[in-house]
Structure formats: structure tokens, C-alpha cells
């Protein structure tokens, strides 16, 4: 029996679904490779002090941001209490970067160890945090543009030929769910 409509279509992949694991996949081998590298030219007691250092270092850094981040937040909590208008810097204190950094200096590897030192490094930190407040600021704009009603539309139920399927929530117990003030109206509901 056919309904005339179309079959139902698998939804289609997204690229980042694609290219996310092939990217950690080829970061992994990169990172291998670098390391058999460096352990054929220096030793592999270097190459393991090398990897020792970094997470040793990416542990003093992460703690240092994280006590630098609990202070700015205690601070601003004392601010709001004391009933002082809230401190203005943007981007001053990139205490999620640094973070950032320290695990990836604590990520065993030569390519995360340096992309890890490229963190600490205060003006790479500044112009990355730039670039992402202005990526965030641009998908805000979007988000507001767009609004949230196209998300709701695409969330209802659609039956294959396309209509919305009306239905009313039931209890268990078989009575109709309690009616709220900010429901629209209602059909009548047919036996």
C-alpha cells in the first residue's frame, strides 16, 4: 500500500561530523610520528623527559589561570555586593586561554607542547580571544536575526505528507492534562 508520499531521506551529514574525526585521527599520527622522530635523533629518555616538562608545566599553568580566574570571579561577586558597578575590561584577563594551554601542554606530544607555548604567549592570546568574541558576536547577531521561531518549527511533528499532527497530552490515568492560562485555544476533543 502507498501513500504517495515521498520515502522518508536519512538526514545528511554535517561536515564537522565528517572532518572532526579524520582531523583527531591525523593530529594522532602527526604526533606519533613526531615523536619517533625526535626519540631516533636524541634518545628516548630525552623524549621522555620532554614529555615530563610539559606536564609539569601545563600543571602550573592551568593552576595558576584557574586561581587567577576564582580571584577575578570573587572579586566580582564582592563588586555586586558592595553594590559597585561592574569593571568594564574586555578580554583583559584570558584566564581560558592560558587553561587551554596547560592541558595542551599536558597532552603528551610535540605538536599539542607547542601549540600549548603559542597560549602562553600574551599577544597570540589577545588576538585569539578577538577573533572568537567576534565569531561570538556574529552568530548572536544571526541567532537574533533568524530568532528562535525557525528552531521551534523545525521541532514539531510532521506527518509524510507534510501536516502538522495535532494531538493533546493524556495522562495515564486516561484524564486530559490540566489546562495553563498561556495555552492557545483548543478543538474540542471527538471520542
Known amino acids: 500500500m502507498t501513500t504517495g508520499a515521498p520515502p522518508p531521506t536519512v538526514p545528511k551529514r554535517s561536515r564537522a561530523r565528517t572532518l572532526v574525526p579524520l582531523g583527531v585521527v591525523a593530529w594522532l599520527v602527526l604526533e606519533i610520528w613526531l615523536l619517533n622522530v625526535v626519540a631516533g635523533a636524541a634518545g628516548g629518555f630525552t623524549v621522555f623527559l620532554l614529555l615530563l616538562a610539559g606536564v609539569v608545566l601545563g600543571a602550573v599553568v592551568t593552576k595558576r589561570a584557574g586561581r587567577r580566574a576564582f580571584q577575578n570571579l570573587t572579586e566580582t561577586l564582592r563588586r555586586q555586593q558592595a553594590g559597585e558597578t561592574p569593571d568594564q575590561r574586555r578580554g583583559s584577563s584570558g584566564n581560558g586561554f592560558l587553561m587551554l594551554g596547560g592541558l595542551l601542554l599536558m597532552l603528551p606530544g610535540m605538536v599539542s ?11 597570540v592570546r589577545s588576538f585569539l580571544g578577538r577573533r572568537a568574541e567576534r565569531s561570538l558576536e556574529r552568530r548572536i547577531s544571526a541567532a537574533r536575526a533568524g530568532g528562535l521561531g525557525d528552531a521551534f518549527q523545525q521541532a514539531r511533528i510532521h506527518r509524510p505528507d507534510g501536516k502538522v499532527v495535532q494531538g493533546e497530552v493524556i495522562r495515564q490515568d486516561g484524564a486530559p492534562a490540566p489546562r495553563r492560562d498561556d495555552d492557545g485555544p483548543r478543538p474540542p476533543l471527538t471520542p
Open 113 to 123: 607542547d607547542v601549540a600549548g607555548l603559542l597560549l602562553l604567549v600574551p599577544p
